[in-house]
């Protein structure tokens, strides 16, 4: 069936580190990636998205680009803020489909 | 703007007890969700409802049954309440087609079953 794999975390980095979270998929077909983001004590949150191959979503200063080859969506950021500590759920959907699947989440912790 | 309004937002019931978990959204969606967030497992889809009047199983429905009451509430049951059942709680929804309409959320119901 159709999955998602993250890096395990928690990840911890400096303020104005760069940051990579993996995402890997498995899917048939040609699925829609989606990264959300979810702040402590709150629900999920829309991050950035991409429809096809070689799309690159982005916002807040993050990005991730569609890589069908390797069937990856990797988050990345330049410079990281305390602000930006939260977890990260990447999540895929199907072609015509009506429901996300989403990946175990990473924590992300930034220290001032 | 309310947005995805859920409630309660904590609840401890003990093994065995009936609970229901309310959720309401004002957007005017179609799609309702409701999912259960446990630790290294990420979100995983109890039930949905597509439409105002259909509900559909989800990966893990077990244990929980659902209404959608009329288009802005769906509502999750649990009948027996099981310690398995600890976990948070979300609802979600979305206007038709998730590609271009991204799920809003709400802030979860966190239920601890003893």
């Known amino acids: 069936g159709d999955s998602v794999t993250q890096m395990e975390g928690p990840v911890t980095l400096s303020e104005e580190a760069f940051l990579t979270i993996n995402c890997t998929y498995t899917?048939?077909?040609?699925?829609?990636l989606f990264w959300y983001v979810q702040y402590p004590g709150e629900g999920l949150q829309l991050l950035l998205k991409?429809?096809?191959?070689?799309d690159k979503g982005s916002n807040k200063g993050f990005e991730a680009t569609y890589r069908k080859e390797t069937t990856s969506f990797h988050l990345e950021k330049g410079s990281v803020q305390v602000s930006d500590s939260a977890v990260y759920f990447c999540?895929?959907?199907?072609?015509?489909?009506?429901?996300?699947?989403f990946g175990a989440g990473t924590i992300l912790r930034v220290k001032s | 703007n309310a947005g995805v309004t859920q409630t309660p937002k904590f609840q401890v019931l003990k093994t065995g007890q009936s609970m229901t978990l309310q959720c309401a959204q004002d957007?005017?969606?179609?799609?309702m969700y409701w999912y259960r967030q446990d630790p290294g497992m990420g979100l995983r889809l109890i039930y949905y409802?597509?439409?105002?009047?259909?509900?559909d199983k989800g990966e893990v429905p077990n244990g929980y049954n659902v209404s959608r009451l009329n288009k802005r509430e769906f509502s999750l049951r649990l009948e027996s309440a099981a310690p398995s059942q600890t976990s948070v709680y979300f609802c979600?929804?979305?206007?038709?087609?998730?590609?271009?309409?991204?799920?809003?959320f709400g802030d979860g119901t966190r239920l601890s079953i003893l």
């Open positions: 979600a929804s979305s206007g038709q087609g998730l590609v271009n309409q991204p799920q809003h």
């Open positions: 899917a048939t077909g040609y699925p829609s």
């Open positions: 991409a429809t096809k191959a070689d």
């Open positions: 999540a895929l959907l199907m072609e015509y489909g009506n429901k996300l699947v």
């Open positions: 957007m005017n969606h179609n799609s």
């Open positions: 409802s597509a439409s105002e009047g259909t509900t």
